[in-house]
């Protein structure tokens, strides 16, 4: 059964540039149809689908975020990484790694997902 593990510092700086690694296990990110994608919760907000990459390579990202968000992948170590700049409070949530059997931009849709990683935006 797949697994995914969210690792990246806990603490960013305003204006800083927030780093997390999604490492997968009993699974490759390269197996046909899955797409694998990053999604974050702030406090007391709904889900929010921030981008994925497919098993193909191909990157998608949420328009509202895309011009501050990044997403890429080291087939290597099995990982696919996020790099959002330019973060504010607001982007203060606990931040999710998940895999969908077909491309979705809805959370709901992700069904294995990690355990989280809550990331603070403070100075």
């Known amino acids: 059964q797949v697994q995914l593990q969210e690792s990246g510092p806990g603490l960013v700086k305003p204006s800083g540039t927030l780093s997390l690694t999604c490492t997968v296990s009993?699974?490759?990110?390269?197996?046909?149809?899955?797409?694998w994608s990053w999604i974050r919760q702030p406090p007391g907000k709904d889900l929010e689908w921030m981008g994925a990459i497919a098993y193909s390579g191909s990157i998608y990202y949420n328009p509202r975020l895309k011009s501050r968000t990044s997403i890429a992948r080291d087939t290597s170590k099995n990982q696919f990484t996020l790099q959002l700049n330019s973060v504010a409070p607001e982007d203060t949530a606990v931040y999710y790694c998940a895999r969908a059997d077909e491309y979705s931009d809805s959370p709901s849709d992700y069904n294995y997902r990690g355990r989280g990683t809550q990331v603070t935006v403070s100075s």
């Open positions: 009993g699974g490759s990110i390269t197996a046909d149809h899955y797409y």
